[in-house]
T-cell receptor
């Protein structure tokens, strides 16, 4: 099992450009999450999904959109990148019927100039 | 306001020594408390998860304690190894378990 994978690992964008971060999990988990991690702050939840075809806003959803067309994939989109979106982005998945544990991907380091 | 505070902010110990990291929280309603280990450049990895009724839980050389009355938790690392160098993050889940309150972490460096 690869667990949770994220693509790409690194990316540099110019202000106003768009991009999509891909998260994939092979554990058949229902729940998936997108977080961002910034220096001096705890992880913050951007959006999450409790199943295929569903999405919901987290703490800091502005400037981001998500889609969960397939159970194993969760996409995070930035339509018009801003320097404030420079961060490390983590995807996670969980199966709440088994445990509370969330499994994290390796992260995507995004820099917006 | 829901908060999780960790101390110390950073810690340096010698290989083979023990150490204890602290976590104080003000989260309501409490669901569970988790400790994660995050290596530099990697995603967090779960070490322990404790519910209200559990006051001690071990995972190898890691032992977490929870005092729900005083709203404190600790993570004790026994016989530290160089690979223990990482950030240790305390996370408290509130209510329906979808709202996680993350601490800022304790950065641990284990030196030879």
């Amino acid at each position: 099992n690869a667990g949770v994978t994220q693509t790409p690992k690194f990316r540099v964008l110019k202000t106003g450009q768009s991009m999509t971060l891909l998260c994939a999990q092979d554990m058949n988990h229902e729940y998936m999450y997108w977080y961002r991690q910034d220096p001096g702050m705890g992880l913050r939840l951007i959006h999450y999904s409790v199943g295929e075809g569903t999405t919901a806003k987290g703490e800091v959803p502005d400037g981001y959109n998500v889609s969960r067309l397939k159970k194993q994939n969760f996409l995070l989109g930035l339509e018009s990148a801003a320097p404030s979106q420079t961060s490390v982005y983590f995807c996670a998945s969980s199966d709440p019927t088994i445990s509370y544990e969330q499994y994290f991907g390796p992260g995507t380091r995004l820099t917006v100039t | 306001k829901n908060q999780v505070e960790q101390s110390p902010q950073s810690l340096i110990i010698l290989e083979g020594k023990n150490c204890t990291l602290q976590c104080n929280y003000t989260v309501s309603p409490f669901s569970n408390l988790r400790w994660y280990k995050q290596d530099t450049g990697r995603g967090p990895v779960s070490l322990t998860i404790m519910t209200f009724s559990e006051n001690t839980k071990s995972n190898g050389r890691y032992t977490a304690t929870l005092d729900a009355d005083t709203k404190q938790s600790s993570l004790h690392i026994t016989a530290s190894q160089l690979s223990d160098s990482a950030s240790y993050i305390c996370v408290v889940a509130a209510g329906n378990n979808r709202k996680l309150i993350w601490g800022l972490g304790t950065s641990l460096a284990v030196n030879p």
